[in-house]
T-cell receptor, first 120, second 109 residues
């Protein structure tokens, strides 16, 4: 089946630094990837939709200058948390849509394992 | 605005007992509903979607537009069903997902 990886799995950084998280689709091409954030014991919250070769679409309330998304290739999207602060500490999860030749209703999102960010 | 509600944080049942995980939604458009499952130390994965009207691992879910519900059911719980279950509402062609808060299912022997 389709596999999505994330790197790093865990990162600890000092307040004020920037952190980059990578999301890769390993065995399929993903024109669209999604970035989610999950707080402890809370649900996943969609942050933005990353489209290959174009600007990301951010959900309401998500600061685009804070969370920079780049989708430079069909297998890689990156999320950069700029000038991170302790309130940015969270679990960040990406997913990639594998459409292939399937009808739209059969398209599936495959999720990465997540990245735990701790800002001190 | 869209919303997904899963009223139970934890559901504990005995092996062989029926399971029903509740999910209610609110959405002004035509809903696309999904159930995702996360087993211990594994990533989130799709369990089933309403449009396929399929049964996966013995689980089924029927979309009830009148009650705005998409409850997940299984007649006989198995130990391996223990996991976190998330109900999700798709918008934007089903791609943008709004998740519920999840229900932890624990199947006891």
């Amino acid at each position: 089946g389709a596999v999505v990886s994330q790197h790093p799995s865990r990162v600890i950084c000092k307040s004020g630094t920037s952190v980059k998280i990578e999301c890769r689709s390993l065995d399929f091409q993903a024109t669209t990837m999604f970035w989610y954030r999950q707080f402890p014991k809370k649900s996943l919250m969609l942050m933005a939709t990353s489209n290959e070769g174009s600007k990301a679409t951010y959900e309401q309330g998500v600061e685009k200058d804070k969370f920079l998304i780049n989708h430079a290739s069909l297998t890689l999207s990156t999320l950069t948390v700029t000038s991170a602060h302790p309130e940015d500490s969270s679990f960040y999860i990406c997913s990639a849509r594998d459409g292939g030749q399937a009808p739209l209703y059969q398209e599936t999102q495959y999720f990465g394992p997540g990245t735990r960010l701790l800002v001190l | 605005a869209q919303r997904v509600t899963q009223p139970e944080k934890l559901l504990s049942v005995f092996k062989g007992a029926p399971v029903e995980l509740k999910c209610n939604y609110s959405y002004s458009g035509s809903p696309e509903l999904f159930w995702y499952v996360q087993y211990s130390r594994q990533r989130l994965q799709l369990l089933l979607r309403h449009i396929s009207r399929e049964s996966i691992k013995g689980f089924t879910a029927d979309l009830n537009k009148g009650e705005t519900s998409f409850h997940l059911k299984k007649p006989f719980a198995q130990e391996e069903d223990s996991a976190m279950y998330y109900c999700a509402l798709g918008r934007g062609g089903g791609n943008k997902l709004t998740f519920g808060t999840g229900t932890q299912l624990k199947v006891e022997l």
